[in-house]
């Protein structure tokens, strides 16, 4: 049978069962509402059908708040975000012209590291190669 030393050790199990069985009392309710349960009393519904109703009535009224925010605001964030890139790219290449020409630019032994020519083109130009931007020399690197 049990033995004394097992009786004692779920005693504290036991207890705590029971109180997680045991009912909250309605000061503990937080997100109870009192309104809720009246309603649902009037209404003749359960308190589950009471509180399905009122989670389809928040739904409803969040799917209409999330809406008018993608409807009003994202086209003006897009707007002004369209603006701000189109100001930036403006101001860069204004800083790119006043520098001097590609060719006369330094061009350090680090830039365009060739271990082998690429399987394409000339071999020389990598697949993103711009020519107003990129410029390779091999005269100048060796």
């Known amino acids: 049978m049990l033995s004394h030393r097992q009786i004692l050790r779920a005693a504290p199990r036991r207890l705590a069962a029971q109180q997680l069985r045991a009912p909250t009392p309605a000061a503990q309710r937080r997100l109870a509402s009192s309104n809720l349960a009246s309603s649902a009393a009037a209404a003749g519904e359960n308190a589950f059908v009471a509180e399905r109703r009122h989670i389809k009535e928040h739904a409803a009224s969040t799917t209409q708040l999330w809406r008018k925010i993608a409807i009003y605001g994202v086209p ?18 204004e800083h790119w012209s006043h520098m001097p020409p590609l060719e006369e630019r330094v061009e350090y032994p680090y830039q365009n590291i060739r271990t082998k020519n690429y399987t394409w083109g000339d071999g020389d130009k990598t697949l993103f190669w711009n020519p107003s931007v990129n410029y390779h020399n091999h005269d100048k690197t060796k």
């Open 76 to 93: 003006i964030c897009l707007v002004l975000g369209g603006i701000n890139a189109y100001t930036l790219w403006n101001e860069h290449w």
